[in-house]
Each structure stands twice: as structure tokens, then as C-alpha cells.
């Protein structure tokens, strides 16, 4: 079973478009993460949520909006898009806060803005 | 503010060919220091945390080390399979989950 899976895997879409990406984790973690890896492969984080309420939100724009349905869900949804949000995004659970609990990833999602 | 460095930035290794990855930061308190794992295409794959300096970790042929400066890698008697790129990440202290990740070491061990 997939531990952390985002869906779609690949998005193309154009400028100015709004569009969400999806993720859920079957782990029963507390904590869940967006990062975004640019084209120099540096992954940067954007939020987490904990128990349903957002712990940290790292100077993104505000284009950029997280959701949370429930504790196995953060979406991600972006609205008018820009070329410079073209990247891989990726969602990952923790246990919960605290340095002793490393993180779980998907399997990303490619966003191709055009 | 919070940095982390990682070197080489490429390596190719013959197999059985042993060495060390290095990661070097810069944190205001650090809270943990984590290595990561990323094969072409897919997330992350967590490999160790380290959280005080002589601390070290092992799995396989991968040993982690941690000093107050730097963690380093060590890749003894690598096989083709060990090829990814690795990630090295820090927690800084603070309020929050406060991770900043290097800018990873491509790793290719050619048989």
C-alpha cells in the first residue's frame, strides 16, 4: 500500500490558470508537509499542517493556499499560475512535531506552466 | 540564516570503490540533521536522523556521522544500486518544523 500519494503526477496548464494538487497519507500521522523542488533540485518548504491548523508558511506567495480536509489530507491549491511556478512539488507526513520524526514523501508532482 | 552546503556536488565511483559524502551547515540551534535518499522521478526516501555531535548511524553500507559543523556520509564498498542523489537536511531550533535541505550529492557507482 502507498504510503503518501499525490495525484495528478504530471500537470501541464497554462498562465493564469488555478489549479490543485492532491495528497493523502495512510500512515496515521499528525503532520503533513508541501515542498517544492525547482530545476536546481533544491527542495524548499512551503507549510505544514498539524492537527488541521498551519505551523509554518515560508514567504510564499499567497497564490499558494493549503487545505485540509482531514488529518490524512493537505491539498494544495494554486491560483493564477505563473511560469515560475513550474517545479515538482512534493507531500510528506510526519508522526507529529519534534526533531525525532523523519518525514515520508510522495512520489511528486510535476507542474509544467506554460 | 539557516544553511546547509553539500559536497561533492557529483560523484562517480567504481563499485567496491568506498568514500564520503559531506554536508556542512549553518543553524541557529540545531534541532536534528537528516539524511535523505532520491532516486530519479520519486520522493525522498529518509535514510538516517543524527540529532548531537558523535553521533553516528548505520544501515547497510551507509554510516552516518555528525560533528558541530558537518555530517558525512560514509558509502563503504558501494554497489550500482546505491546510485541516487543524497539529500542532507537540517531541523533548525525555534518554533515550528523549521527543515532546510542541502542542495544534495548526485551519487553514480558504475560496476
Known amino acids: 500500500d502507498t504510503a503518501v500519494s499525490q495525484t495528478p503526477k504530471y500537470l501541464v496548464t497554462q498562465m493564469g490558470n488555478d489549479k490543485s494538487i492532491k495528497c493523502e497519507q495512510n500512515l496515521g500521522h499528525d503532520t503533513m508537509y508541501w515542498y517544492k523542488q525547482d530545476s536546481k533540485k533544491f527542495l524548499k518548504i512551503m507549510f505544514s499542517y498539524n492537527n488541521k491548523e498551519l505551523i509554518i508558511n515560508e514567504t510564499v506567495p499567497n497564490r499558494f493556499s493549503p487545505k485540509s480536509p482531514d488529518k490524512a489530507h493537505l491539498n494544495l491549491h494554486i491560483n493564477s499560475l505563473e511560469l515560475g511556478d513550474s517545479a515538482v512539488y512534493f507531500c510528506?507526513?510526519?508522526?507529529?512535531?519534534?526533531?525525532?520524526?523523519?518525514?515520508?514523501f510522495g512520489p511528486g508532482t510535476r507542474l509544467t506552466v506554460t | 540564516e539557516d544553511q546547509v552546503t553539500q559536497s561533492p556536488e557529483a560523484l562517480r565511483l567504481q563499485e567496491g570503490e568506498s568514500s564520503s559524502l559531506n554536508c556542512s551547515y549553518t543553524v541557529s540551534g540545531l534541532r536534528g540533521l537528516f539524511w535523505y535518499r532520491q532516486d530519479p522521478g520519486k520522493g525522498p526516501e529518509f535514510l538516517f536522523t543524527?540529532?548531537?555531535a558523535g553521533e553516528e548511524k548505520e544501515k547497510e553500507r551507509l554510516k552516518a556521522t555528525l560533528t558541530k559543523k558537518e555530517s558525512f556520509l560514509h558509502i563503504t564498498a558501494p554497489k550500482p544500486e546505491d546510485s541516487a542523489t543524497y539529500l542532507c537536511?537540517?531541523?533548525?531550533?525555534?518554533?515550528?518544523?523549521?527543515?532546510?535541505f542541502g542542495p544534495g550529492t548526485r551519487l553514480s557507482v558504475l560496476p
Open positions: 543524527l540529532y548531537s
Open positions: 537536511a537540517v531541523q533548525a531550533g525555534g518554533y515550528g518544523q523549521n527543515f532546510v
Open positions: 510528506a507526513s510526519s508522526q507529529g512535531l519534534g526533531m525525532s520524526y523523519e518525514q515520508y
